[in-house]
């Protein structure tokens, strides 16, 4: 019975250093998923939550490399887009005004948005 547990345990061991050996040396990950391969329904959350984020931050460098990965040519496109479908869709005002702020601040505003600025000109 003694025998068996000391294998056991061994075999435990040899197989956790073969995983981690084999995990971090030999195939490595290499970098997180882009969020450009992410279903459409998860992008459009994730340019929520960056709209959300420049909100609270204010940093809008960090919100054009964000959205960069979306969209390197034109990172104001997706929220563009987005905000006008959710116009359109009747959506949730507070998830709208923080794209339409963030799109102003991009430049890249347009009349659909206009009205969610909440005051700015």
């Known amino acids: 019975m003694r025998r068996w547990i000391i294998h056991a345990v061994g075999g435990v061991a040899?197989?956790?250093a073969l995983g981690f050996g084999i995990g971090w040396g030999v195939w490595p990950r290499e970098s997180a998923p882009s969020p450009a391969k992410l279903r459409w329904d998860y992008?459009?959350?994730?340019?929520?939550?960056?709209?959300?984020?420049?909100?609270?931050?204010?940093?809008?460098?960090?919100?054009r490399?964000?959205?960069?990965?979306?969209d390197p040519q034109n990172p104001?496109?997706?929220?563009?887009?987005?905000?006008e479908r959710l116009v359109a869709a009747g959506a949730d005002t507070e998830d709208i005004t923080h794209l339409a702020r963030l799109a102003w601040d991009m430049g890249a505003i347009t009349p659909p948005l206009e009205p969610y600025l909440g005051?700015?000109?």
Do not use: F, H, K, W
Request: net charge negative; hydrophobic share 50%.
């Open 14 to 16: 040899v197989g956790l």
């Open 43 to 63: 992008q459009e959350n994730y340019v929520i939550m960056i709209a959300t984020a420049y909100e609270v931050e204010g940093d809008l460098n960090m919100a």
């Open 65 to 70: 490399e964000r959205l960069a990965s979306l």
């Open 76 to 83: 104001a496109a997706p929220v563009v887009r987005l905000g």
């Open 119 to 121: 005051g700015r000109p």
